[in-house]
């Protein structure tokens, strides 16, 4: 694959940035940036010696285009864009924005929506994606191997979907560090010193993960593995299913679901 062009280098750029590069995916000739403060520029070109600029000419000969900005940005990223990118493969990851809005610019564009979440930050991300029909299978095998990069990659049929994916993984990891922290503060106010409560939380979050991994078993079935009867998971379980903890989390995700579909509104 030659010539990729990533528009935006914040956090979700670099880390794409530098899952491409790590895994080869992408000689590093050929990729290039765009950026238009001139620091962070500076640091990525230095930090991954590849070239940036700080205008859209480089997209002349860039086969593929990666949009990694701000929903807020979006409109000036497109129209400057638009009369490089003519028949090219799009790869869009900004939250809430729609292909039909996308082409409102781009109109001959092969356009990809997609939703990756933070881990990808750790190479450890996983993505949801849409594709316009006219992108065809040799371009959408490309686009898995660009986006996995920086983690696991789900394709779905339906462009409603990425809006349940930005509710899910998309906010999800702000949801279990909000676990985390709180877990960590019961410790805290049980007795147990900040770091060791730390730790503890995250040994076990990360155990349990690697437990939920490794088995074929649902969760349902490992909370049973905890719980005995008449002892302290049952009861702490009790104090969750008595205050609703279960409904709070749906009416969570349907909150940030209907949010995402905003987005695309504004």
């Known amino acids: 694959m030659r010539n990729v062009a990533i528009v935006g280098l914040g956090n979700m750029g670099q880390a794409l940035l530098k899952g491409l590069i790590d895994s080869k995916i992408v000689e590093r000739k050929d990729i290039s940036g765009i950026e238009k403060d001139k620091t962070k520029a500076d640091i990525v070109a230095e930090n991954f010696k590849v070239k940036v600029y700080d205008n859209f000419e480089v997209l002349k000969n860039s086969q593929v285009i990666i949009i990694a900005v701000k929903p807020q940005n979006i409109d000036e990223v497109l129209e400057k864009a638009k009369k490089f990118t003519e028949k090219k493969l799009v790869i869009s990851i900004v939250a809430g924005i729609k292909i039909d809005y996308i082409k409102k610019y781009l109109k001959n564009s092969k356009i990809v929506r997609c939703m990756p979440n933070t881990p990808a930050l750790v190479l450890r991300g996983i993505t949801g994606v849409y594709c316009d029909i006219v992108v065809n299978e040799e371009e959408k095998t490309n686009v898995r191997k660009i986006l996995s990069a ?32 709180s877990l960590i503060n019961a410790g805290v106010y049980i007795g147990l010193s ?73």
Not at 152 to 178: C, H, L, M, Q, R
Not at 234 to 260: H, P, W
């Open 194 to 266: 900040r770091e060791s409560s730390y730790k503890l939380v995250k040994e076990t979050i990360e155990g349990s993960l690697k437990l939920l991994s490794q088995t074929s078993k649902e969760p349902s079935q490992l909370i049973s593995m905890v719980t005995s009867p008449a002892g302290t998971t049952i009861n702490a379980l009790k104090v969750f299913e008595r205050e609703g903890l279960k409904g709070i989390i749906m009416d969570a995700v349907m909150t940030a679901y209907k949010r995402s579909k905003e987005l695309g509104k504004e």
């Open 150 to 181: 920086f983690g696991e990659v789900i394709f779905f049929e339906n462009e409603d979907d990425i809006d349940k994916v930005t509710a899910i993984s998309g906010s999800g990891p702000a949801y279990v560090f909000y676990f985390i922290e």
